[in-house]
């Protein structure tokens, strides 16, 4: 197996704890220290996506990995996942691009941008109309 075929394997498990929740794997999977970029913001840490992982009031129902590529260190992803707010059973999909830089084995490295707010708008949590500038 190529390094390029582990490094995918290591994204699609870190990948899938968003929906079994599973800290255990993800400790296996993402650096203590991981750098995390995106949606104009930077955080060091795997506290910060342990706490995404376990999104209290959110539960990832379903994930749908449209693409996936990896280059030497790095495997970029496009990807929809299927949120459930759980106070109201609503439902809503959300659309993803990522990158990751992987080393040993574990991700170091990743930045991304989502649409949140297409996702909160779907949930619910932001009126659905057009915003006014």
């Not at 075929?5 to 290591?10: A, P």
């Not at 899938?16 to 296996?28: G, N, Q, S």
Request: some cysteine; charged content about 25%; hydrophobic content about 40%.
């Amino acid at each position: 197996m190529s390094e390029q075929e582990r490094n995918v394997g290591v994204v699609r498990r870190y990948l899938r704890t968003f929906v079994t929740r599973d800290l255990v794997e993800l400790r296996a999977v993402v650096a203590e220290d991981v750098r995390i970029y995106g949606s104009g913001t930077s955080a060091v840490g795997r506290q910060f996506v342990e706490r995404a992982v376990l999104s209290p009031g959110l539960t990832v129902l379903d994930q749908q990995i449209v693409e996936i590529f990896a280059a030497e260190d790095r495997v970029v992803v496009s990807m929809a996942q299927t949120y459930r707010r759980d106070a109201s059973g609503a439902t809503a999909v959300q659309s993803a691009c990522k990158m990751y830089r992987l080393t040993h084995g574990r991700i170091v490295e990743f930045w991304g941008e989502q649409d949140l707010y297409g996702l909160l708008r779907g949930l619910g949590l932001l009126p659905d109309e057009p915003i006014r500038f």
